[in-house]
């Protein structure tokens, strides 16, 4: 038994597929945490900004903050608002290392004229323009830009500006049907 196990060409290749299997199970283990990371952060911060508030009024263009107030976030989604009307906290708390924000501007129309300006009012009867934002810019983060006809995002080193794209700005940008 000793010398079977002195002779390398009896444990090495024992030794290699053992070490590629553990190597397969790591690697298994590491993309199902990132699916999980990546799904947590869908539903928790994705998903309820996709469609702000809406009613006979409008879309509502006033803050983040506000949608916790009517029952559509959670406090930790609204924590991370960069501009509210009324905040919850006396700094904005990144939520999975990410800021939000509505936009001072948005589309007004699909590819059509410039941008139209949501500020200094709480409600757009035909249009919303949402960012979420790393809270720490750098190269491999993803922002997005939630809108009525459907989402851009964009993953590289850029700094965001609070101002809806427009023209040559947009081809900078990954557009993505559905809202």
């Known amino acids: 038994m000793g010398r079977r196990w002195s002779n390398p060409g009896t444990w090495l290749p024992m030794a290699v597929c053992f070490a590629l299997i553990a190597a397969w199970g790591v690697s298994g283990l590491m993309d199902a945490r990132r699916d999980r990371q990546s799904r947590i952060f869908g539903e928790e911060v994705l998903d309820p900004l996709r469609m702000p508030h809406e009613n006979e009024e409008g879309f509502w263009v006033g803050d983040i903050t506000e949608l916790y107030r009517l029952g559509k976030i959670s406090r930790k989604l609204a924590e991370a608002d960069t501009a509210p009307l009324n905040p919850l906290v006396p ?89």
């Open 91 to 179: 700094k904005p708390v990144p939520i999975h290392g990410y800021y939000v924000r509505v936009m001072n501007s948005g589309p007004s129309d699909f590819d059509g004229p410039p941008a139209i300006s949501f500020k200094g009012t709480t409600r757009c009867p035909d249009h919303f323009a949402v960012i979420i934002y790393p809270a720490v810019p750098g190269p491999g983060k993803v922002t997005w830009i939630f809108w009525r006809a459907g989402q851009l995002r964009r993953q590289d080193g850029w700094i965001p500006t609070f101002d809806f794209p427009t023209g040559q700005q947009l081809w900078s940008w990954g557009r993505c049907s559905g809202g």
